[in-house]
């Protein structure tokens, strides 16, 4: 199989990840495209480790060690991230990144949201993590 | 023990005790009183074996030198003659007295160790000064003398007119204190030597000193601050605020001596200028006719005492002007003897009326029966002061008179004629004056009468036992030393001349008979016009009592140098003088007006240039980055993903230009 047919694919789940992260509003969606871009990055890693590996005398496959790596961590990424996400909703009752804006300039932190009086650290953690 | 080291000893035994003082004081209080006693009680018995030694014979030099330090050499040296012995003893036995006294004085009062240790450094650096051979380390005891009293002056500072009056004494001797640092350079510039033996024998030698008048003039700044002499005396008064045995030692033997002892010491210097000491005569003139004058107008017994210093101070710097040193040195001592035993009197005649006016004291009937020893040595001491033969006051202050008169006849080289006739007239005024205001506190004091004084028991016996000691020489001293004197000092007789003597004691008489008579005549009023305040807490040490009746002066009477008391003899004597003789002639609204609100302008001037000219830079130089964070902090929506199309865009940005420089386009 020739290189480009993979390279294209994740391409072309990297940009579908990359619209959804930048256009979503919904939280769980941003973090479903987050793990598509992942998913593309580990494509690359398997076709571009196979390609190399086919002229190699031997090899240690690393790209595919890495990609095992970066599945395990991408488990444990949307572990916490929905996690995060749905103490948001529990605290505030929404999960639209729009509305979660608690770190913008002329705010003060330390005052609770004016919509619900939740404390605004969780969300602040949603907004990082997303 | 040669007599070097038991010179070294005297001025080493307080300065240990003050440190030990310092160290100890708050953790052994058993020894605190030893401490404060027995050095300077050792030093004393060691300076009088000194003098023994020394005996008036040939001065003891010895000098060493620790460290080579430059040009002129530094070096620890000691210069004993029969001056340096005399006025150690005096300076001991003062010293002595009023450590001894102060244990009953501030019987109760918290502050006591370190006022102790305080009063023992102030002991030790005034014998530093009459011992040192060596100017720099005359000035060192000299400035040490200067904080010391600062720290004393000031011990009840919870009293705003402490505080006041610490800062007064502290700035105004500083203030002559420059021009003499000034004139000590000078001084050891033209000589080559800072030794005091060698700048003699340099003024001596055919060349003399190259700048003798500058030199005179700067030197003599530093001596009429440190010797409250007009016009840097304003601070002496004021320094009453401090505890009265602070004030006897201040005013006796340390401190305000220290100046005419330095002159003393270097008199040919001086004299090699005849300006100088015709400013320095008329320096004394106006010191002793004007302070006498404001002493007979002050309320406050102390204030009182302390013009009547500055006046006697004017009689020594007047011997100098004539160039009678011996004169000079006799009227210290026995000045010394008699001024702290005023003092320590009237801390007692304080401590039982209960209040420092005497104006309020004219209105207490019965307290010369309250303080019989107070009342006894008083009469002594002013009986002394008033120059009455055959108290020790009377032949100290005729040497000055003889000398001021010799002096007139234009026979001698040392002194011009006109210095001779300024201080004898002057002289002659303040002898009246002085006997007026000695008769004026005596007859307020203890001739009053009204309600009956209040009984506080009787006073500690170290304060009565201490005042009989000093009595000894306020009494005999004059009489005893006259002979003797001469062939310690320079040998110039001192033995009063009889017209000098029938002047003076003339007008002392006068001076005195006149005041009784003033006072017949308005004592009457005294029972009309009730005037008078007392301590509230009279059960309190004597300490106690004097401070709340200074804090309590002003708001009593309106003012803290008069009282507006009809009854006052030194009303009626001093007429329309006598509201501008309570002030002190208004020297101190002078320098308010020349030279505090000026410095108080500019030190607001330069505060408005700091705030407003130079901080404006300052400022202005964060308004700019200020500015530009607040247009960036605009991008700050809070929306992530904004951040996050931004990152994408820059990264975009970013490989473009990466792979442009990479393709060399």
């Known amino acids: ?130 | 023990m040669t007599t070097t080291t038991l010179a070294v000893l005297v001025p080493l035994l307080p300065f240990l005790g003050a440190v030990a003082g310092l160290l100890t004081g708050r953790t052994a209080a058993a020894f605190v009183r030893p401490l404060a006693v027995l050095p300077t009680l050792a030093a004393f018995v060691l300076a009088v074996l000194v003098a023994a030694r020394q005996g008036g014979g040939r001065a003891v030099d010895a000098a060493t030198e620790l460290t080579p330090t430059g040009s002129v050499p530094i070096e620890l040296a000691l210069h004993i003659d029969g001056f340096a012995a005399l006025v150690a003893v005096l300076v001991g036995l003062v010293a002595t007295c009023v450590q001894i006294y102060s244990t009953g004085y501030l019987r109760d009062d918290p502050r006591y160790p370190s006022y102790a240790a305080l009063v023992s450094l102030f002991t030790s650096a005034m014998l530093l000064v009459v011992y040192s051979g060596d100017l720099m380390v005359l000035l060192v005891g000299w400035e040490v003398m200067g904080i010391c009293s600062y720290f004393l002056v000031g011990h009840y500072w919870e009293t705003p007119q402490a505080r006041a009056a610490s800062l007064k004494a502290f700035l105004v001797t500083k203030l002559g204190d420059v021009p003499f640092l000034i004139g000590l350079f000078a001084l050891a510039g033209d000589a080559g030597s800072f030794r005091i033996t060698k700048i003699l024998g340099a003024v001596a030698s055919d060349g003399g000193l190259d700048h003798p008048t500058v030199i005179a003039l700067l030197l003599l700044a530093g001596v009429a601050g440190k010797s409250a002499q007009f016009p840097l005396h304003t601070w002496l008064p004021d320094a009453m605020a401090g505890p009265t045995p602070v004030s006897a030692l201040i005013h006796a033997a340390t401190m305000v001596a220290a100046g005419v002892y330095f002159t003393a010491r270097l008199l040919p210097v001086f004299e090699a200028s005849d300006a100088a000491m015709l400013v320095l005569a008329v320096m004394a003139a106006v010191t002793m006719t004007g302070s006498a004058l404001a002493a007979l107008a002050q309320d406050d017994i102390k204030r009182v005492l302390a013009y009547s210093t500055i006046g006697q101070l004017g009689y020594l710097t007047g011997a100098l002007a004539v160039a009678d040193r011996g004169a000079a040195v006799f009227h210290l001592l026995s000045h010394g003897a008699f001024k702290a035993l005023l003092f320590l009197a009237a801390g007692v005649l304080i401590h039982a009326a209960g209040t420092n006016s005497l104006a309020a004291m004219s209105r207490t009937r019965g307290l010369r029966d309250r303080v019989p020893d107070a009342y006894w040595t008083m009469t002594v001491a002013l009986l002394a002061l008033a120059a009455i033969p055959p108290f020790s006051g009377f032949f100290s202050k005729e040497s000055v008179l003889a000398a001021a008169e010799h002096v007139t006849g234009g026979h001698t080289e040392h002194a011009p004629a006109a210095a001779g006739w300024t201080v004898l007239v002057a002289g002659l005024l303040t002898a009246l004056l002085t006997a007026a205001y000695a008769t004026r506190l005596w007859l307020l004091a203890f001739r009053g009468r009204g309600t009956e004084a209040p009984g506080h028991g009787r006073q500690p016996v170290t304060m009565n036992a201490v005042l009989w000691v000093l009595a000894i020489p306020s009494l005999a001293f004059g009489g005893l030393a006259f002979r003797l004197l001469p062939d310690w000092f320079d040998g110039r007789d001192l033995t009063p001349t009889l017209t000098t003597s029938v002047l003076g004691t003339g007008v002392a008489l006068v001076g005195g008979i006149v005041t009784y008579g003033a006072w017949r005549h308005t004592t009457a009023l005294t029972a009309r016009v009730p005037l008078g305040a007392v301590a509230a807490h009279p059960e309190g040490d004597a300490g106690a009592v004097e401070a709340e009746a200074i804090a309590s002066h002003a708001p009593a009477y309106g003012d803290i140098a008069r009282a507006p008391d009809p009854a006052d003899p030194g009303r009626l004597l001093l007429g329309p003088l006598h509201r501008h003789a309570a002030a002190g002639f208004h020297l101190d609204a002078v320098y308010a007006a020349l030279l505090v609100r000026p410095v108080l302008a500019g030190a607001s001037l330069v505060r408005f240039l700091d705030r407003e000219v130079v901080d404006a830079y300052v400022r202005g130089a964060g308004a700019l980055p200020r500015v530009l964070g607040a247009a960036v902090r605009r991008a700050q929506t809070g929306n992530v993903q904004t951040y996050v199309s931004a990152l994408l865009a820059g990264t975009v940005v970013l490989a473009v230009a990466a792979v442009l420089v990479a393709t060399g386009a």
Request: aromatic share 4%.
């Open chain 1, 1 to 130: 199989m020739h290189l480009a047919y993979p390279a294209v694919l994740s391409a072309l789940l990297f940009c579908t990840g990359l619209y959804g992260v930048l256009a979503r509003r919904n939280a769980i969606l941003v973090l479903m495209s987050v793990e598509l871009m992942l998913n593309a990055v580990n494509l690359n890693l398997v076709a571009f480790d196979v390609w190399l590996s086919r002229t190699a005398e031997e090899t240690l496959h690393s790209g595919q060690a890495l990609t095992l790596f970066t599945i395990a961590i991408a488990a444990a990424e949307i572990g916490i991230g929905l996690a995060i996400v749905l103490a948001v909703h529990r605290n505030r009752g929404t999960a639209d990144i729009d509305r979660l804006r608690d770190t913008a300039e002329g705010r003060d932190p330390d005052e609770p949201d004016p919509e619900t009086s939740a404390p605004g650290t969780a969300a602040e953690k949603a907004e990082a993590t997303a």
